[in-house]
T-cell receptor
């Protein structure tokens, strides 16, 4: 069964901490994405990557960065966590062209206190 | 501006009743269209997709959706709702290269016994 695995289901971090959210896919997908999900706002794209070492900003990249050193792994980094980054974070992947749609991970619920 | 609209934030239906969830999009060309479902605390699962051809598409779990170009709509339907269908539903569109999706804000479905 194809999988997108997010390393943590729940995280609690302190304001100002550097936070790493990890995502690994086993489908040899070229494309990987990070979204955040907030009530009433749906899914908003933070960053995406079409290939190893490539990254592009999504709609809300401020306060975030990403790393893709290997094809299967896409990391989201909060350089200095703030309380307004408390959210559900969803990782997704898709094959080149994306005709089969996205495959999503189960999400990481991050609370910044 | 490109957008995906799901006008209903919450819908409640009785078990066994029919269901229709609305989705409208605003794009210059016909996009590629998807419906996803998210159970509480989970990632998103693909229900169905439309690329071209027959405007009525069948998906998993007994769902179907109809593309209407004249109305820029892609509404999701199910003839008889089961309690296990209670979840949040997201409409998504992808432009011609499929690599990047845009999501609606979601419709939360409650099912009454």
């Amino acid at each position: 069964d194809v999988k997108v695995t997010q390393s943590s289901r729940y995280l609690v971090k302190r304001t100002g901490e550097k936070v790493f959210l990890e995502c690994v896919q086993d489908m040899d997908h070229e494309n990987m994405f990070w979204y955040r999900q907030d009530p009433g706002l749906g899914l908003r794209l933070i960053y995406f990557s079409y290939d190893v070492k490539m990254k592009e900003k999504g709609d809300i990249p401020e306060g975030y960065s990403v790393s893709r050193e290997k094809k299967e792994r896409f990391s989201l980094i909060l350089e200095s966590a703030s309380t307004n980054q408390t959210s559900m974070y969803l990782c997704a992947s898709s094959a080149q062209g994306g005709r089969d749609g996205y495959t999503f991970g189960s999400g990481t619920r991050l609370t910044v206190v | 501006a490109q957008s995906v609209t799901q006008p209903d934030i919450h819908i409640t239906v009785s078990e066994g009743a029919s269901l229709e969830l609305r989705c409208n999009y605003s794009y210059g060309a016909t996009p590629y269209l998807f419906w996803y479902v998210q159970s509480p605390g989970q990632g998103l699962q693909l229900l169905l997709k439309y690329f071209s051809g027959d405007t009525l598409v069948q998906g998993i779990k007994g769902f179907e959706a109809e593309f209407k170009r004249s109305q820029s709509s892609f509404n999701l339907r199910k003839p008889s709702v089961h309690w296990s269908d209670a979840a949040e539903y997201f409409c998504a569109v992808a432009l011609y290269n499929f690599n990047k999706f845009y999501f609606g804000s979601g419709t939360k479905l409650n099912v009454k016994p």
